[in-house]
């Protein structure tokens, strides 16, 4: 990866999408090691307001950063020629989207602070700002289903079938099938119905979601027994595709049974979430930089080879290098 200065601003150009995902992870691991509130300090909020006025606006702050770390992503983005051009539109779509999701969130805690002040805001303002908050997180939903079809020329009704693997397991094989388990998962179409029972107190909707976790969970999983005994892929790349996929099954199941608690009023299961939750994600940042590194490599090989396909159908046209 490359840098560009542009109106005294330095920007990096990226050389394949890895690259791309790898630097928005960079920011999203800078932040999640921001130090947490421990269980006392949580309990602590509970009573102080004054404490939780404080951690909140450093909660804004964190999310300020991540605002303008994916705006200097986003500039990268655009300024990198070896990137397709509706690659670079879909990559600029989805970081879009993250951020009027962060400046949503940001909205939502401006609600809570100005109640904690005694500046209690009208019931449409709240309705107006929750409703905010669920579209801009539909949009981060459908900018990511979008970018997966830009990238690996996936369409609407596609399957795992549709990317199976009967022989030797590439890298590029686990890429896609990764890929594909996320866009056939209609967590979209779930969320347009969960999100607004969720804010109006409804949890039966929850299992909906729990059903989807732990059906995600078992198709990331059943890929193990193909990554371990590949013969196509190298000992560093099937390290790296075995530990995110170990670590997605643990996330994926935190979520259930914490999900599976809020559904069915289990104080414990969901306080179990919130305690395990931080932990299992911070875990699992350095194994995707790995994961990313490992991906950078492979496609830098292959683009000194002419042959940068970006994990796509050989019919389908390759991201930033025309139809070579």
């Given at each position: 990866?490359?840098?560009?200065?542009?109106?005294?601003?330095?920007?990096?150009?990226?050389?394949?999408?890895?690259?791309?995902?790898?630097?928005?992870?960079?920011?999203?691991?800078?932040?999640?090691?921001?130090?947490?509130?421990?269980?006392?300090?949580?309990?602590?909020?509970?009573?102080?307001?004054?404490?939780?006025?404080?951690?909140?606006?450093?909660?804004?702050?964190?999310?300020?950063?991540?605002?303008?770390?994916?705006?200097?992503?986003?500039?990268?983005?655009?300024?990198?020629?070896?990137?397709?051009?509706?690659?670079?539109?879909?990559?600029?779509?989805?970081?879009?989207?993250?951020q009027g999701t962060a400046t949503a969130n940001m909205n939502m805690m401006d609600?809570?602070?100005?109640?904690?002040?005694?500046?209690?805001?009208?019931?449409?303002?709240?309705?107006?700002?929750?409703?905010?908050?669920?579209?801009?997180?539909?949009?981060?939903?459908?900018?990511?289903?979008?970018?997966?079809?830009?990238?690996?020329?996936?369409?609407?009704?596609?399957?795992?079938?549709?990317?199976?693997?009967?022989?030797?397991?590439?890298?590029?094989?686990?890429?896609?099938?990764?890929?594909?388990?996320?866009?056939?998962?209609?967590?979209?179409?779930?969320?347009?119905?969960?999100?607004?029972?969720?804010?109006?107190?409804?949890t039966s909707a929850v299992s909906d979601i729990v059903d989807i976790m732990e059906?995600?969970?078992?198709?990331?999983?059943?890929?193990?027994?193909?990554?371990?005994?590949?013969?196509?892929?190298?000992?560093?790349?099937?390290?790296?595709?075995?530990?995110?996929?170990?670590?997605?099954?643990?996330?994926?199941?935190?979520?259930?049974?914490?999900?599976?608690?809020?559904?069915?009023?289990?104080?414990?299961?969901?306080?179990?979430?919130?305690?395990?939750?931080?932990?299992?994600?911070?875990?699992?940042?350095?194994?995707?930089?790995?994961?990313?590194?490992?991906?950078?490599?492979?496609?830098?090989?292959?683009?000194?080879?002419?042959?940068?396909?970006?994990?796509?159908?050989?019919?389908?046209?390759?991201?930033?290098?025309?139809?070579?």
């Amino acid at each position: 990866m490359s840098q560009d200065k542009f109106n005294g601003e330095a920007l990096p150009k990226y050389e394949n999408h890895a690259q791309v995902f790898k630097a928005t992870q960079a920011i999203a691991a800078k932040i999640a090691v921001q130090e947490q509130p421990s269980m006392e300090e949580q309990m602590e909020m509970m009573f102080d307001p004054s404490k939780a006025q404080g951690f909140m606006q450093k909660q804004k702050e964190t999310l300020t950063q991540l605002v303008d770390g994916l705006e200097k992503v986003k500039k990268g983005v655009s300024n990198s020629d070896a990137l397709s051009e509706d690659l670079r539109d879909a990559f600029t779509g989805m970081i879009l989207a993250q951020q009027g999701t962060a400046t949503a969130n940001m909205n939502m805690m401006d609600l809570s602070l100005a109640a904690m002040t005694g500046a209690e805001p009208s019931e449409e303002q709240a309705m107006q700002t929750m409703i905010g908050q669920q579209m801009a997180q539909e949009n981060t939903l459908k900018s990511q289903k979008n970018l997966l079809e830009t990238l690996y020329g996936f369409q609407s009704g596609q399957t795992l079938a549709d990317v199976a693997v009967n022989g030797d397991m590439t890298i590029e094989d686990f890429e896609r099938y990764n890929a594909m388990v996320q866009y056939s998962a209609n967590m979209d179409e779930v969320m347009k119905d969960v999100m607004p029972a969720l804010q109006t107190g409804d949890t039966s909707a929850v299992s909906d979601i729990v059903d989807i976790m732990e059906d995600v969970a078992q198709k990331v999983g059943a890929v193990k027994a193909k990554v371990s005994s590949s013969t196509a892929m190298t000992d560093e790349q099937k390290t790296a595709c075995l530990q995110i996929t170990e670590k997605a099954e643990q996330l994926y199941s935190v979520l259930s049974e914490g999900l599976t608690g809020i559904a069915n009023d289990d104080e414990t299961a969901a306080m179990g979430m919130m305690m395990s939750l931080p932990q299992v994600m911070q875990e699992t940042l350095p194994l995707q930089a790995k994961y990313y590194d490992v991906l950078d490599t492979y496609y830098q090989a292959k683009a000194t080879s002419n042959d940068n396909t970006v994990a796509r159908k050989p019919s389908a046209k390759k991201p930033g290098t025309g139809n070579n």
